[in-house]
C-alpha cells in the first residue's frame, strides 16, 4: 500500500498536523523537525496525492496564455486546443485563459507580466519575440511566486525545461535536409520568409537550416531572410521584389508558425520551386494535398497546451516534470501522409 501521512509521521516521530505544515511549506516547524519528515518522505517514498489535497482546500490551477494578437491559422488551433485542454483537465481543477499581446511591442508585454496578480495568476505560458524586456519581466514573475514557460518560441535564457515546443534547431536542419533531397542538382537560389526574425523560433530554425544547406548541398544559395511582419500588402511586395531581382530560385523556405500569406504569394510565382513550411493549419493542409508545398515539418498542437499546464502545474507543487512526456516531437508530413 501506498504510505499515507499517518505513516509518515510515525516514522518521524511527530503528529499530524505537524506533517500537514511541512507539506504545506506553512510557518511554525522548526528546521530540524522539517528534515525529520523529509527523511520520512524519502525514506519511505511517499508521493503526495495533489488533486485531493488541492480539492480539501478548494485549491484550483489558474493559468495564463500570452499569445500574439496578430496569429493567424496556427494560433487558432492552438486556441481550440487550450479549450479543449480546459475540459480535459477540469477534473484535475486546471483552468487556463488566453490574452492577447501585440508580439512588437515588448514594453506593452512586460507591462502586462508586472501587472499579473500571484492571487489570480498561477501560472504563464507565453509566446512573444525575443526581447531583453520580456525577458526580465518573466524572471520578475518567477520572483513574485508566478510560474513561467516559454511557449513555442523560446527567450534566450530558457532552460530546456522551463520551453515548451520542438528543437527548432534541429527542425530547421529537418528542413534543409529536405530542401537538399528534393531540390535539384544544379545550382539555384532558395528564398526564405520570415514572419520576423526576433521570434527565436525562426531564428534557430533558420539556423539549424543554413548548417544544412552549406554543409552538404553547397549548390544550393540561401539567400538573406524576409521578413513580412503578418503584413499581407508588404509581404506580397517585397516578395514579389525578391523574385524579380534573384534569377534561379529553386526553393522557397518558411520558417514561421503563420505561412498562409506568404504561401499565397509564393505559388503564384515559384513555379516547380521545392516548398517547405511549418505547422498543420487548414491552409497548409490543402496546399500539401493540391501539391502547391512539398513537405510539411510540424509540432502537436495539443501536446504542446498540456505539456505547458503540466509543467506549470509541477511548478507550482515543487515537483519535477516527466519529461519524457513533455518532449515535442518533430513531425514530417508529406502529401502521401498526411
Known sequence: MRPTTKDLAIAAGVSLATVDRVLNDRTGVRKDTVDR????????????????????????????????????????????????????????MMRAEVRHIHDSDPHQIA??????????????????????????????????????VSF??????????DFVGIDNRAAGATAGRLMGRFAPRQPGKILVIAETMHARDSLERRLGFDEVIHADYPHLTVLPSLETYGDAER???????????????????????????????????????????????????????????????TQDPGHLV???????????????????QEKIRIEIFIRENL
Open 235 to 297: 509581404s506580397a511586395r517585397i516578395i514579389r521584389a525578391s523574385f524579380a531581382s534573384h534569377s534561379g530560385i529553386v526553393g522557397v523556405y518558411v520558417p514561421g508558425s503563420e505561412a498562409r500569406v506568404p504561401l499565397e504569394i509564393v505559388t503564384g510565382l515559384a513555379t516547380g520551386a521545392t516548398i517547405i513550411a511549418h505547422e498543420r493549419t487548414p491552409f497548409t493542409e490543402a496546399a500539401l494535398q493540391a501539391g502547391a508545398i512539398d513537405a510539411l515539418i
Open 306 to 324: 498540456r505539456s505547458a499546464m503540466r509543467i506549470l502545474r509541477a511548478r507550482c507543487d515543487r515537483r519535477e516534470i516527466l519529461a519524457s
Open 152 to 161: 513555442i518560441s523560446g527567450q534566450v535564457s530558457s532552460a530546456s525545461d
Open 37 to 92: 519528515v523529509n527523511q520520512a518522505i524519502e525514506k519511505l517514498g511517499f508521493i503526495r496525492n495533489m488533486v485531493a489535497a488541492n480539492l480539501a482546500r478548494g485549491r484550483d490551477y489558474r493559468f495564463l496564455f500570452l499569445l500574439p494578437r496578430g496569429g493567424d491559422q496556427f494560433l487558432a488551433e492552438v486556441m481550440a486546443r487550450i479549450n479543449e485542454a480546459n475540459l480535459a483537465f477540469a477534473a484535475e
Open 111 to 148: 507591462n502586462l507580466l508586472g501587472g499579473l496578480d500571484p492571487e489570480t495568476v498561477d501560472g504563464v505560458a507565453i509566446m512573444a519575440p525575443e526581447f531583453p524586456q520580456v525577458r526580465d519581466a518573466m524572471a520578475r514573475l518567477a520572483e513574485r511566486g508566478i510560474a513561467t
